[in-house]
Nanobody, 115 residues
């Protein structure tokens, strides 16, 4: 059974940093690309960052240069380092994996950027 468990969200002031973690189980983690999505109130869920099995990365334009996705295959964990946070980054952040022709999501972690 594939499980994804996020952690690391919270309330931060604009300009500060947070690091999200997503621990995966039930899969051979190193085989799969991993994604971070986010969903703000009354908005659609959007893809924030992707990392391939070969560590190639891709980012939403609005987070380029501020967010970094990374993976540690030994720990079955993917990270999202978020720097220079802005109020518009406020959202629930979800870890995502597509495997065995199915989509798997974590429970989400709330990130709130406010002074």
């Amino acid at each position: 059974q594939v499980q994804l468990v996020e952690s690391g969200g919270g309330l931060v002031q604009p300009g500060r940093s947070l690091r999200l973690s997503c621990a995966a189980s039930g899969i051979v983690f190193s085989y799969y690309p991993m994604d971070w999505y986010r969903q703000a109130p009354v908005k659609q869920r959007e893809l924030v960052a992707t990392i391939t099995r070969g560590d190639l990365t891709n980012y939403l334009d609005s987070v380029k240069g501020r967010f970094t996705i990374a993976r540690d295959n030994a720990k079955n964990t993917v990270y999202l380092q978020m720097n220079s946070l802005k109020p518009e980054d406020t959202a629930v952040y979800y870890c995502h994996l597509r495997a065995y022709s199915s989509d798997y999501w974590g429970q989400g972690t709330q990130v709130t950027v406010s002074s």
